[in-house]
């Protein structure tokens, strides 16, 4: 089974003025891979996450056309985005929108326990998710006073303590200095050690395309291409081409 299939995707946000937000998209997501999306300004990439995410249809009116299954069942089944956050959960670009301003281990055990889950799976999986990203010690910490690296990680740890098949990432990068950037790649990297299936948004290709199994561009809405093995996005092995403009 496929972690996402998206047949035939366009979309139009109910007050866009003209054009679609995407146009007859068709991606598939295998199961423990890592998908990169790229693409300029406005292409889309933001509306393509929303559409896996569940946002779009559950959150955001528009017209859509197409189908998207997670984990082979259509996005449009799923109850709420809460159910949806199981199988499939969002990692924003600024971590001030994720986070509560709780402790640290608060904020990682927030989604575990509005899950209902018993308070012994719950300490277990903040326990688990504390080790796994290096924040021991943090537990005790306010998530406001924490650097952007530090918050961003503390964000990818509570999604992780949802225990999702599939995280997106929406450029989590984005407000971040090169320390903070590499604090969210090698949490990234212990995603991929777990074997979660991850699709990230992100400008700093080069970095991502270190990471990533396959890249996608998207234009106007529009898939342009899928890049297998990344290395085109890579320093010195474009073997003098230039990479497509993004
Ligand atoms: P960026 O890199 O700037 O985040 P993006 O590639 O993520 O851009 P989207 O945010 O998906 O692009 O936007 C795609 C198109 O849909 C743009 O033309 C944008 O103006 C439009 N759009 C996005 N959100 C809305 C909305 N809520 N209402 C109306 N139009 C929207």
Redesign the pocket.
């Known amino acids: 089974m496929k972690a996402i299939e998206i047949e035939g995707l366009s979309f139009q ?1 109910r ?2 003025e003209a054009g679609y ?1 995407l146009e007859d998209v068709s991606l598939n997501v295998e199961e423990g891979e890592f998908l990169g999306i790229v ?1 300029e ?8 996450l929303s559409a896996m995410s569940g946002v779009i249809p559950h959150h ?1 009116n528009g017209e859509k056309e197409g189908v998207v299954h997670v984990k082979g069942k259509p996005v449009e089944e799923y109850a709420s985005l809460y159910e949806m956050a199981v199988d499939v959960s969002l990692v924003l670009d600024s971590p001030e929108n994720q986070l509560f301003n709780l402790h640290v281990f608060d904020e990682i055990i927030w989604g575990p326990e509005n899950l209902g889950l018993d308070r012994e799976e719950i300490l277990d999986r903040g326990n688990r998710a504390l080790e796994l990203f290096g924040l021991e010690g943090f537990e005790d910490r306010i998530t406001y006073n924490l650097s952007g690296g530090e918050k961003q990680k503390v964000a990818i740890a509570s999604i992780y303590a949802l225990n999702p098949d599939i995280v997106l990432l929406d ?1 989590p990068t984005s407000q971040l200095d090169p320390i903070g950037t590499e604090m969210v790649f090698e949490a990234i990297d212990k995603l991929i050690e777990e074997g979660v299936t991850i699709v990230m ?1 992100e400008h700093k290709i080069e970095e991502m395309a270190k990471y990533a199994d396959r890249i996608a561009v ?1 234009q106007d ?1 529009s898939l342009r291409r899928v890049d297998e093995t990344c290395s085109f996005f890579l320093e010195g092995d474009a073997h003098g081409i230039a990479p497509p403009q993004v």
């Open positions: 946000y007050n866009q937000a693409g300004t406005g292409a889309g990439k933001t509306t393509l955001t450029e948004v998207l809405g």
